[in-house]
Structure formats: C-alpha cells, structure tokens
C-alpha cells in the first residue's frame, strides 16, 4: 500500500493532558484502500486495536470525481503509533 493516506496525529501537550495517544487520524485515503489494506499496512508499526473507515456520503461521491475515505487507527502503545510518525 503506498502512503497515501496523510497522517495527522494529536500530540498529548496539543489535547492538554498528559495521555498517551495511541490512535492516528488518518486523512485523504483512496477509495480503493480498504480496512484489511490498512490492518496489513499499520501491523507493521506494531499491534492494532482498532481501525475505522469512514466513506463520503453517496451525494458526496456521486458529486466529487476525487472523493476519498478518512479514518483513524489506534494501536496498543503510543510507541508504536510513535513508529508510523518517524516513517518519511
């Protein structure tokens, strides 16, 4: 899978808290990319706990040529989705 879906993470200091964050949002993915694609990518970093897809609305995706999914993952340790951040 390439990476085409943007990662943008919510750093515990941005929440103010001092939890560890554990899930990705995860943006602009392909429609093509389903949520085995991204349990099979991302269990590379580590364990996976959950993955939600969401589709566009069909209004949406019959009015927009380019519409994509978003989601989010969460893993079972801030250190592994700490892992998918340092990937360039």
Known sequence: MSRQAMLAPKKSKDLGCNQNVKKLVLKNI????????????????????????????????????????????????QEDSEKVLEQK
């Open 30 to 77: 392909a429609m093509t990319i389903s949520k085995q694609d991204l349990y099979k990518y991302f269990e590379n970093f580590g364990k996976v706990t959950q993955i939600f897809l969401i589709n566009p609305s069909k209004k949406e995706y019959e009015q927009r040529s380019n519409a994509t999914q978003y989601g989010f993952v969460i893993f079972v340790s």
